[in-house]
């Protein structure tokens, strides 16, 4: 089962764990990061879900609009496409963990420590 929006994605991931469908062989996955959703990855019911990383629209938007006045119009509005992040169980642990403004689980403005290399 997937579902392709926030609230059905953590409807679907009530109905996994309600019946037992992915002990069944069901897997489902959806969209967006709600809390609900992220505990359902954690406790095996969802699969994955995807991380549309909305912060991202704002911030293409303004440089865009930088760009285009900057060049006297001649750089235009372009298709920002912000990827698709999938979030599965073996890194949703800090979703769960991390409060911040980027993901939407705090207003407060913060740099988010992080150590390792960059990897997807």
């Known amino acids: 089962m997937f579902a392709v929006d926030a609230g059905s994605t953590m409807a679907v ?52 609009m930088a760009m285009f006045k900057l060049s006297g119009g001649l750089s235009g509005p372009a298709e920002v496409n912000t990827g698709l992040k999938f979030v599965a169980k073996s890194d949703v642990a800090p979703y769960r963990t991390t409060h911040s403004r980027y993901e939407g689980a705090s207003s407060a403005q913060a740099v988010i420590p992080r150590s390792g290399p960059i990897s997807t």
């Open 13 to 64: 991931g009530k109905a996994m764990e309600k019946y037992g469908l992915h002990a069944k062989g069901v897997h489902a996955g959806g969209f967006d990061l709600l809390p609900e959703t992220l505990d359902a990855i954690a406790n095996d019911h969802l699969d994955f879900t995807i991380d549309q990383q909305a912060y991202l629209r704002g911030f293409y938007t303004v440089m865009e």
